[in-house]
Antibody, heavy 121, light 107 residues
Framework: QVQVVESGGGVVLPGRSLRLSCAASGFAFSNYGFHWVRQAPGKGLEWVAVTWYDGSIKDYAESVKGRFTISRDNSRNTLYLQMNSLRAEDTAVYYC??????????????WGQGTLVTVSS | DIQMTQSPSALSAFAGDRVTIPCRASKNIINHLNWYQQKAGKAPKLLIYAASTLQSGVPSRFSGSGSGTDFTLTISSLQPEDFATYYCQQTYSAPYTFGQGTKLETK
C-alpha cells in the first residue's frame, strides 16, 4: 500500500540547519510530484515547497525562499527538505505529501504523519 | 501571491444538517481548487480536486462547486465523523496557498 513516512524533525537552535526526509513506498515514486506543507502549533496549513517528477522544477513559499531547498532521490524513493538559517517562526509539524500529478498540481492525495520541528534557544 | 479567504473560521451545525463552506480567491483561478479535511492530530485528507471532482473513496455526501473566484464545499447530511477543519487550496499558480480553514463544530 502507499506509504510516505517523514523523519528528521527535532529541536534546533535559531540560525542552525536541519534536513527532513520522506521515504515513500508502494508506488512508482519517480512518476509523482511531491510537496512539503507545514502547520505551526494551533494554526492552519502553510504550503512550503514542491518538486516535480524528475526534480528539475521546484517552487517555494516566499517565507522560505533562499533558506530551504527541496530535493529528491528517485533511486532511493526519498524526498528531502534542507532547512537552513532556521527561525522561531519555522516551528511546525512538517508534512510530506504526494501530488496526484507528475509535473503540475492536481491535489495532494497521500500524506505522511508529519514530523515536528522546534526552533528554540 | 493568490490569497485564499475562508469565512467564517468556525461553523456550528447538527448531525444531519446540510452545510456549505465557502472559499474565495483573490483572483480568477478557473477551477484550480482543492478541498481537504483535517481532524485533530491527523494529516489532512484530500476530499475534492479541480473544484468539483470527488477523490476516490470519499463519501458522496461531499461535493464541491464554483469557478473563477468563488467556491463552495457542501456536505449534504452531516455525519458525526465530519466534524473537523476544512481547508481550500488553490493550485492555479505557485505558491499554492491554503485558506485559513473553517472548523465545523457540533451545535
Amino acid at each position: 500500500q502507499v506509504q510516505v513516512v517523514e523523519s528528521g524533525g527535532g529541536v534546533v537552535l535559531p540560525g542552525r540547519s536541519l534536513r527532513l526526509s520522506c521515504a515513500a513506498s508502494g508506488f512508482a515514486f519517480s512518476n509523482y510530484g511531491f510537496h512539503w506543507v507545514r502547520q505551526a502549533p494551533g494554526k492552519g496549513l502553510e504550503w512550503v515547497a514542491v518538486t516535480w517528477y524528475d526534480g528539475s522544477i521546484k517552487d517555494y513559499a516566499e517565507s522560505v525562499k533562499g533558506r530551504f531547498t527541496i530535493s529528491r532521490d528517485n533511486s532511493r524513493n526519498t524526498l528531502y527538505l534542507q532547512m537552513n538559517s532556521l527561525r522561531a517562526e519555522d516551528t511546525a509539524v512538517y508534512y510530506c505529501a504526494r501530488d496526484r500529478g507528475s509535473n503540475s498540481p492536481r491535489g495532494m492525495d497521500f500524506w505522511g504523519q508529519g514530523t515536528l520541528v522546534t526552533v528554540s534557544s | 501571491d493568490i490569497q485564499m479567504t475562508q469565512s467564517p473560521s468556525a461553523l456550528s451545525a447538527f448531525a444531519g444538517d446540510r452545510v456549505t463552506i465557502p472559499c474565495r480567491a483573490s483572483k480568477n483561478i478557473i477551477n484550480h481548487l482543492n478541498w481537504y479535511q483535517q481532524k485533530a492530530g491527523k494529516a489532512p485528507k484530500l476530499l475534492i480536486y479541480a473544484a468539483s471532482t470527488l477523490q476516490s473513496g470519499v463519501p458522496s455526501r461531499f461535493s464541491g462547486s464554483g469557478s473563477g473566484t468563488d467556491f463552495t464545499l457542501t456536505i449534504s447530511s452531516l455525519q458525526p465523523e465530519d466534524f473537523a477543519t476544512y481547508y481550500c487550496q488553490q493550485t492555479y499558480s505557485a505558491p499554492y496557498t491554503f485558506g485559513q480553514g473553517t472548523k465545523l463544530e457540533t451545535k
